[in-house]
């Protein structure tokens, strides 16, 4: 569904309507580079037209996240970015200097197996990354 009138299409079909805002939300969400806020995306929209608020793009985003277009990511502390769902991945965020390694989605497979015959709990570790430190952090850290 990474085409701008086949999400506009879902969005219909779902019973939404399509307004220049949201438009706008979902043409700013395909330009953007993977892994931008709700933030991000009010910039872009706002540059273009300033009438847009903020909370018309979370909607929009909520809209088309319950719709299974789009998907959000803590990469930490809390801050959520987005990207489009047909492309699932895991998120290796380094705390020392913030990088972002992107993994396959069954990195966790066999963790979330365990998880699930032990505790009864079925993992969805794409919802957080998984925070640690990269290779150049370590290595400047052991200089
Ligand atoms: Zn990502
Ligand atoms: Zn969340
Ligand atoms: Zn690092």
């Known amino acids: 569904v990474a085409d701008e009138a086949a999400i506009l299409e879902r969005l219909r079909s779902a019973g939404g309507r399509v307004t220049g805002a949201r438009r706008a939300v979902v043409a700013a969400l395909l330009a953007a580079d993977d892994h931008v ?3 991000d995306l009010a910039a872009t929209v706002q540059a273009a037209d300033p009438e847009i608020h903020l909370s018309t793009v979370y909607r929009t985003l909520d ?4 719709l299974g277009v789009v998907d959000h990511v803590h990469l930490g502390h809390g801050r959520a970015v987005y990207h489009l769902a047909d492309d699932p ?6 705390e ?3 990088v972002v390694i992107e993994a396959p989605h069954d990195l966790f497979a066999e963790v ?3 998880v699930q015959a032990t505790y009864r709990f079925r993992l969805r570790p794409h919802h957080f990354a998984v925070l640690g430190r990269c290779e150049d952090c ?3 850290a052991a200089e």
């Not at 809209?63 to 319950?66: K, M, Q, T, V």
């Not at 991945?89 to 380094?94: D, G, K, T």
Request: glycine residues 4%; contains cysteine; hydrophobic residues 30%.
């Open 96 to 98: 020392e200097c913030g």
């Open 112 to 114: 979330a197996e365990r």
């Open 63 to 66: 809209a088309l996240e319950r």
């Open 89 to 94: 991945h895991q998120h290796l965020v380094c």
């Open 37 to 39: 806020t709700a933030d």
């Open 138 to 140: 370590v290595r400047r």
